[in-house]
Nanobody, 119 residues
Framework: QVQLVESGGGLVQAGGSLRLSCAASTNIFSITHMDWYRQAPGKQRELVASITNAGSTGYADSVKGRFTISRDIAKNTVYLQMNSLKPEDTAVYYC?????????????WGQGTQVTVSS
């Protein structure tokens, strides 16, 4: 059982930066990987960044070079640093935690945080 709390969203002008935080209720070494998704109104949810238990990262092509996912193990927190923001980055951003276990995959979600980028 994992609880996730996102924070850091807000309104920013195009070209600006935001840092999102996702605080987990358990040590993040127990989580197979943690991810950031986003969903704009009327659109499908999309994966934007991922970090594994081993620290490997991956990014959607649309954010590569602009977004950075990182973690603070002592704080059980994953971050998404978003630079050079564009209006098309506007969405609700969700933190996701996945545990791959012998009896099946466990999937946890935060409540989401709104990011709005104005032009």
């Amino acid at each position: 059982q994992v609880q996730l709390v996102e924070s850091g969203g807000g309104l920013v002008q195009a070209g600006g930066s935001l840092r999102l935080s996702c605080a987990a209720s358990t040590n993040i070494f127990s989580i197979t990987h943690m991810d950031w998704y986003r969903q704009a109104p009327g659109k499908q949810r999309e994966l934007v960044a991922s970090i594994t238990n081993a620290g490997s990262t991956g990014y959607a092509d649309s954010v590569k070079g602009r977004f950075t996912i990182s973690r603070d193990i002592a704080k059980n927190t994953v971050y998404l640093q978003m630079n050079s923001l564009k209006p098309e980055d506007t969405a609700v951003y969700y933190c996701n935690a996945v545990k791959n276990r012998a009896l099946g995959k466990e999937d946890y979600w935060g409540q989401g945080t709104q990011v709005t980028v104005s032009s």
